[in-house]
């Protein structure tokens, strides 16, 4: 009889487990949790670190600076972060060895409202969930290829932020934030310099994907998380959140999200525009 998997000896040890968590948040009484609605790719289960054990994790999880992927992140906001509060992300990346790219990103949002639309039929469309405690979040994203050199023209101010989306972009982000955007008012936060691995452990069957963002003064967030399919998410988080147990690491992390203490970082440091 072969060794069990992990997920294995969760199951024998807890049958009685619903199988997913909600995609609206929340647990429905008696502890049972919804199955997301059809569609979604994928369940990203994520732990955002506390600030006192990113040292610890960077060694736990056995990250080196000199083996990870490379990336600088860009937002567009307001000041006190209108878009964001909304559940607009609008987001540019510069991915060394690959593609410079921008994204619109809407969470929460329904699937069952997204799929019927045209909108999966594009390249660069994504409907996924991310799960954090006892939440799942389905968010729908819309990413475009940008030419070399024109996210770092917006960060200079040579080049307007609204030039790194495109009319389908522009589109989707009519549709499902219900206010015109006035582009012009928006502010570039950032940048974000992330170190991003993909790790496997012994023992622990998923992979493991960790990301290190350092923000300009010097802050850092680290965040671990698995990939899973919808119909195993619930069981794949009690596994990952022994794994981190066994590693040392505490499984609640931190209170926000890395993406939510970043931009409320930078939100604070933004200097005021001249004139």
């Known amino acids: 009889m072969g060794v069990r998997t992990q997920t294995q000896a969760f199951q024998e040890a807890?049958?009685?487990?619903?199988?997913?968590?909600?995609?609206?948040?929340?647990?429905?009484?008696?502890?049972?949790?919804?199955?997301?609605?059809?569609?979604?790719t994928g369940v990203e289960i994520k732990v955002t670190l506390r600030p006192d054990e990113e040292l610890r994790g960077i060694r736990a999880l056995e990250l080196n600076e000199d083996s990870a992927e490379i990336r600088v992140i860009y937002f567009y906001d307001t000041p006190d972060l209108i878009l964001f509060k909304a559940g607009v992300l609008l987001r540019a990346r510069l991915?060394?060895?690959?593609?410079?790219?921008?994204?619109?990103?809407?969470?929460?949002?329904?699937?069952?409202?997204?799929?019927?639309?045209?909108?999966?039929?594009?390249?660069?469309f994504k409907l996924e969930a991310d799960g954090t405690g006892d939440r799942i979040v389905c968010s729908a994203s819309l990413t475009t290829v940008q030419k070399r050199d024109e996210i770092a023209d917006v960060a200079k101010g040579s080049r307007p932020i609204h030039k790194l989306y495109s009319l389908d972009q522009e589109r989707f982000l009519s549709q499902f934030y219900p206010h015109p955007v006035d582009f012009g008012k928006l502010r570039v936060l950032g940048p974000i310099r992330v170190l991003r691995w993909k790790t496997k452990h012994k023992r622990f069957e998923h992979e493991l994907t960790s990301e290190e963002w350092r923000l300009p003064d010097g802050e850092d967030l680290l965040e671990v998380s698995i990939k899973v399919e919808p119909d195993e998410a619930t069981t794949a988080q009690q596994v990952f959140e022994t794994h981190l147990r066994d590693l040392g690491l505490d499984p609640a992390g931190a209170q926000e999200t890395k993406t939510r203490r970043a931009l409320e970082h930078l939100a604070r440091t933004l200097k005021p525009i001249a004139g």
């Open 95 to 124: 991915v060394k060895g690959e593609n410079d790219d921008s994204t619109v990103k809407i969470r929460p949002v329904d699937p069952a409202k997204v799929l019927p639309q045209d909108w999966t039929e594009l390249p660069g």
């Open 14 to 40: 807890a049958p009685n487990r619903a199988s997913i968590m909600t995609p609206t948040g929340g647990t429905p009484e008696g502890g049972r949790r919804a199955l997301p609605i059809a569609g979604v």
